[in-house]
């Protein structure tokens, strides 16, 4: 990727929350900072990302332009409301994206990613212009109908848990969001079904989605573990 290439940063965190009982979990403490403010600083340090928007729920727009302010994102050019669903969200920040050759989307409910993720996600999606974060699955998977009969036990050694980041040419995600019909919870989907490839590249066990209070706890272990 050339030097001359603008890398804008998506950080999607309009979420609910319904599953945190009644907590809104980018704004809950995690080692003593906002789940949002360690997503965003570590797109701040980066030296690869240039840009960052921030897409929050409509409530959430004022405490998060604060949280920039105190916390000098000077790379956060945006904080904009996010729609009813994920795809709203991310189409939004797109939009809001300015000069920028490639997009790394991310979950702004994942507090443990990393520099070195967002680099490598870039160097992946090089190749074919598109790049997702995964693990390999560990637990055995079964494909199951709606009456909880097992059809198939696919093998293990094909399934990978996707992840954010996701990073994509900007032109690539764009027009796949504008073309997208049905409802999706993965971009990475939606670039498939445009017929691109996407490259996996290792992601971390560490880097966990907040959903629920037993993942917060988890991740307050992991950022002690990390002393982070």
Excluded at 138 to 164: E, F, Y
Excluded at 180 to 200: C, F, H, R
Aim: hydrophobic share 40%; proline share 4%; with cysteine.
């Amino acid at each position: 990727m050339s030097n001359q290439q603008k890398v804008g940063a998506v950080i999607v965190a309009a979420g609910r929350g319904e599953r945190m009982g009644g907590g809104d979990k980018v704004f809950a403490s995690l080692g003593g900072k906002p789940v949002l403010a360690r997503v965003v600083d570590v797109f701040q340090r980066c030296p690869s990302v240039h840009q960052i928007v921030v897409v929050v729920s409509q409530p959430n727009i004022e405490p998060a332009r604060q949280l920039a302010i105190k916390r000098e994102w000077s790379k956060a050019t945006e904080v904009c409301a996010g729609g009813e669903r994920r795809q709203d969200s991310v189409l939004a920040g797109l939009g809001r994206l300015s000069n920028c050759n490639w997009v790394v989307i991310h979950d702004g409910a994942r507090p443990l990613v990393t520099a070195d993720l967002i680099d490598r996600g870039l160097e992946a999606a090089g190749e074919t212009g598109a790049a997702i974060a995964a693990v390999p699955v560990t637990d055995t998977i079964k494909v199951a109908g709606d009456d909880k009969i097992v059809h198939q036990t696919p093998p293990r050694q094909n399934l990978w848990a996707v992840q954010t980041p996701q990073v994509f040419l900007l032109d690539i995600i764009t027009k796949a969001y504008q073309r997208a019909t049905g409802e999706v919870t993965d971009d990475a989907s939606l670039v498939e079904q445009s017929g691109y490839k996407v490259k996996l590249y290792m992601g971390s066990y560490d880097n966990i989605k907040i959903t629920t209070p037993d993942d917060l706890a988890l991740a307050e272990v992991l950022v002690q573990k990390h002393g982070k």
